[in-house]
């Protein structure tokens, strides 16, 4: 007699929040933004990852722009477009437009993929080339693109895509 095992796999699943749980979230970014604030951003990348994570999630795609000063401390993060389930439409130029009108010298970009796998496509990997193109021409530097997926985030930096 043959036994067949099958092996279980199991989907992450976007997460919902009850009206409580989005008041606990809000509390808990601004916390990090504050640490974020107070504190030069890459002296504590698991802060900026842990921000990321809480920031970014959500049931749609967002793309972010953490704007850094000469210190890496954050000036702004601004979401730059709100997408759909599986896409957000992203300007470089209006990525570069904004970091000269807040002079900063350095940003990390930033992105979700809602159905929890944040593996980079090649649409990320294009999109983050031709901003790290345009960063070069103007002096900024790119310190990273994280990807926020479902329990996990992807560093292109760390993957040596930058």
Not at 90 to 100: G, I, K, M, N
Not at 117 to 132: G, N, R, W
Request: hydrophobic share 40%.
């Amino acid at each position: 007699m043959t036994r067949h095992h099958r092996k279980l796999t199991i989907e992450p699943q976007p997460l919902r929040f009850s009206a409580q749980e989005q008041a606990v979230v809000y509390e808990a970014r601004q916390i990090l933004l504050r640490h974020l604030n107070q504190n030069p951003v890459l002296s504590s990348w698991q802060a900026v990852l842990d921000y990321c994570a809480i920031t970014i999630r959500g049931e749609v795609e967002r793309f972010h722009v953490l704007y850094l000063d000469r210190k890496n401390r954050l000036i702004s993060d601004e979401c730059l477009a709100i997408g759909t389930v599986d896409h957000v439409p992203v300007y470089p130029r209006e990525v570069l437009r904004r970091s000269l009108a807040l002079n900063a010298t350095a940003l990390i970009i930033v992105h979700n993929h809602p159905a929890g796998d944040p593996e980079p496509s090649a649409a990320d990997l294009a999109m983050t080339k031709e901003i790290q193109k345009g960063c070069k021409v103007l002096g900024v530097t790119l310190h990273d693109h994280i990807i926020v997926g479902i329990g996990r985030e992807v560093s292109l930096r760390a993957r040596g895509e930058i």
